[in-house]
């Protein structure tokens, strides 16, 4: 049999990103052959990561780049299954990889992403087996300009937002990309309001205005001017600035001949309804199978 020295393992932990005790594993079961160590290590490594497929990821980041010029910028969301894995170097240089290539790229999807040559499910199962948990690129926004200006802001690392500008300057993008942030803002303007969403709104308070008793045309007109409120609150433009209260974002862009092209707003695990683990119950279930 082959006998496994140091130096081996070490370059076989080198090569993989494994443990040295699951190096030392495979170099034994290969008897000393390197690259069929490294081979059995790649298969292993996925099959593992085919399993953990199945695991809610709802931590992670939110990570955005620009070009140079910025004049275009990239937006990537990728989870994790807690926010330790997420701090990870393995994760954050997987992030900036995967950013940097939207980037370059700006692919039309996260399956047409490709990784130094590789497709991003393959560069994805690999960091699987690497972190042990599942790890999925969740979402990404990417765009270009040609006369505007983009700024940006991250939170944390877990809300990332991108602010394209007609006039202004990069500072002006950024503190409305704060105030994105901040405020969640659904569209830029009335224009932007998705129909269904208006209608639920609508709907809701034509059903209020008909049990208060109030004659038909008495209700229409406190409708429409709810409607007009709950339009202010949730566009960008009719929110109140966070820096300033006593002017709305829209009046700040004019007042600086400057007008909102575009928002894009990303947060961690936003959407995904995250299991509750009661652990007590977990604790008492083991006890009881034991």
Do not use: W
């Amino acid at each position: 049999m082959t006998a496994i020295s140091a130096s081996m393992v070490k370059e076989l932990r080198e090569r993989t990103g494994a443990g040295m005790m699951e190096c030392k594993k495979a170099l034994t079961a290969a008897e000393g052959d390197m690259d069929a160590a490294i081979e059995q290590m790649r298969i292993s490594g996925l099959a593992k990561a085919d399993k953990k497929s199945g695991n809610q990821a709802a931590e992670g980041v939110v990570n955005i780049v620009l070009a140079d010029d910025r004049k275009r910028f990239a937006m990537v969301e990728i989870n994790s299954q807690t926010d330790f894995a997420a701090k990870a170097e393995d994760f954050v240089a997987f992030t900036d990889k995967v950013s940097a290539t939207v980037l370059a790229d700006q692919p039309a999807s996260v399956d047409a992403i490709v990784i130094d040559g590789q497709p991003l499910e393959e560069a994805r199962k690999t960091l699987v087996a690497k972190i042990g948990e599942n790890i999925q690129v969740r979402r990404f926004e990417a765009g270009s300009t040609q006369s505007g200006v983009f700024g940006d802001y991250l939170h944390g690392g877990r809300i990332g937002v991108v602010v394209e500008l007609e006039g202004g300057d990069e500072a002006l993008a950024r503190d409305i990309a704060m105030h994105v942030a901040a405020s969640k803002p659904v569209c830029v303007d009335e224009s932007g309001m998705p129909a269904d969403l208006l209608d639920k709104e609508r709907a809701i308070l034509m059903a209020e205005a008909a049990e208060s008793g109030k004659p038909p045309e008495i209700a229409e007109k406190i409708v429409n001017g709810r409607m007009k409120k709950y339009l202010a609150e949730v566009t960008l433009v009719g929110q109140p600035f966070v820096k300033d209260s006593d002017q709305t974002v829209g009046e700040l862009v004019k007042a600086r001949g400057a007008s909102v092209k575009a928002f894009h707003r990303l947060e961690v695990g936003e959407g995904i309804e995250k299991k509750q683990e009661n652990f007590a119950e977990e604790v008492m279930a083991q006890v009881r199978g034991s």
